[in-house]
């Protein structure tokens, strides 16, 4: 019977290398990410400092035509649901909780987005579902 110790000690160095080389890569990837993510956040504030959307100043007020309750409720719903969520979901969400007075549902909830996406809130999935791009807080009432 032959004596097989050495072999698997040589091939647990061997794993033990490649898991190393593996780490370094994955400690890059993770610092790129996390440079990529600084970037797009500064981006993100420069963007809504120097040229606000015209949607925006709806958005952000409350009074009028309540927006802002809108805009509340669709980032509550977001970070209730935590996954990607399509407009007729939200439809359904909204029923229960804003008045459209005799406005759209869908067409409200939709502009909403709208607005949302271009201030860096909200993307929409090619699957036509919308989500959150990082992490929002609910304002408190």
Known sequence: MRDIRRDLKERLESIAQQRSELQGTIDQLIQAENGVKALLREEERRFAASSPPAFTAIMESDSGNGYGAIKQFLLAAFNEKNRPLDKEEL???????????????????????????????????????????????????
Request: aromatic share 6%; glycine share 8%.
């Open 91 to 141: 439809k359904e969400m909204a029923k229960h909780t804003l008045d459209f007075e005799n406005k759209s549902p869908g067409r409200v909830l939709h502009f909403a987005l709208v607005g949302m996406q271009s201030s860096g809130l909200v993307h929409r999935l090619k699957d036509g579902r919308w989500e959150l791009t990082m992490k929002q807080e609910v304002a408190a009432d």
